[in-house]
């Protein structure tokens, strides 16, 4: 009781704060976004993510060597073919920008994990993550595809494979696949609550993968279901999931906290295009601090629950980390 009790007490210095701080960021944990164009030489930057990059496969050895040497746990790899097509023949093409972009990092920087996202929407010509037939996403058709691809990855030497396309079965199909290949090792990151959210912007326009019609609301989550994120969760992990992620991140701080709590296996949070592009646009006009907010926001995360975390910050963040 006041005034034997002050908690303000160990707040009184930056030694004691960091002496009981309860929630602890690490580089190893943080997760770089990555995009693999054609092409060589290629470093642009992404308009509507600032310090991001569309990089040639060349190009991504390069960072893969920073990110690795900056302590980063690890990178998650997206492909913008040359072509696409009905079928998303590029996604799962062995020689396409995403396995060649997995051998160039292996090369670069084998100590790094070496994640891929295992979607069809940044492939295929009507942007829609599965085989699209009278105007319906086909679930069971798309899972031989995404099954292709996730096989294709691991040959090229991936460490992780990430289905985020939320068709039905998606985890079984992957297991069985890469079992069959001969890749037991390679483990699943399922982005297992994937909500269809309006903070995806930005990446669509990075990766070109908005639809040419409708929207993806009949397989992402509906934003206001939290129940049914724990059955996707519980559906993903009987099915053979190694890691399960949560999408977005800070707007579904609960959702995270409800995993972490609920199964003890690792939880990844990804904190998408559209957090990141707030921050910067917001910090650009002065209204905050870049950098204070983004820890805040990993951190937040970090304090939900999640154990690995995939955020745009990753490469600055490492060495405000060491810094904090």
């Known amino acids: 009781m006041f005034p034997q009790t002050r908690l303000r007490r160990l707040r009184r210095t930056p030694a004691l704060r960091r002496l009981v701080r309860e929630t602890l960021l690490s580089p190893s944990h943080l997760v770089m976004p ?14 509507s993510l600032p310090r991001n990059y569309h ?37 799962y093409d062995p020689e396409g920008v995403v396995p060649q ?31 699209v037939q009278d105007g319906e996403i086909v679930n069971d058709a798309t899972l031989d595809l995404l099954a292709r691809t996730a096989v294709a990855h691991a040959q090229a030497g991936a460490d992780i494979v990430a289905p985020s396309d939320m068709m039905d ?33 930005p990446f669509r326009e990075a990766a070109g993968s908005s639809p040419s019609f ?64 707030m921050v910067e646009a917001a910090a650009e006009k002065g209204w905050l601090d870049r950098r204070a907010v983004a820890l805040e926001m990993l951190t937040a995360a970090k304090r939900a629950g999640a154990d690995v975390i995939i955020t745009y910050f990753a490469r600055e963040a490492a060495g405000w980390i060491e810094e904090h």
């Open 214 to 277: 409708g929207d993806r609301r009949s397989y992402q989550m509906d934003p206001a279901n939290r129940r049914e994120a724990l059955r996707e969760v519980e559906a993903d992990l009987a099915e053979g999931a190694d890691i399960v992620m949560v999408k977005p991140a800070l707007p579904y701080l609960d959702v995270i906290a409800a995993v972490a709590q609920r199964w003890p296996v690792p939880v990844a949070a990804y904190c998408v295009s559209g957090e990141y592009a």
């Open 34 to 47: 990555l995009f693999a164009v054609p092409g060589s030489g290629v470093r642009q930057e992404i308009p």
């Open 169 to 201: 079965g998606r985890v079984q199909a992957l297991r069985a696949a890469l079992d069959e290949a001969g890749h037991s090792q390679v483990a699943i990151m399922s982005y297992a609550a994937k909500y269809a959210s309006a903070f995806y912007g």
């Open 55 to 91: 990089l040639s496969v060349d190009e991504i050895a390069v960072e893969g060597e920073a990110l690795a040497e900056s302590g980063i746990g690890g990178v998650l790899l997206f492909g913008i073919p040359e072509e696409k097509d009905e079928y998303a023949t590029a996604a």
């Open 101 to 131: 972009a997995v051998r160039a990092l292996k090369a670069a920087a084998p100590n790094l994990v070496v994640i891929t996202d295992v979607c069809l929407c940044a492939y295929t010509s009507h942007g829609q993550c599965g085989v």
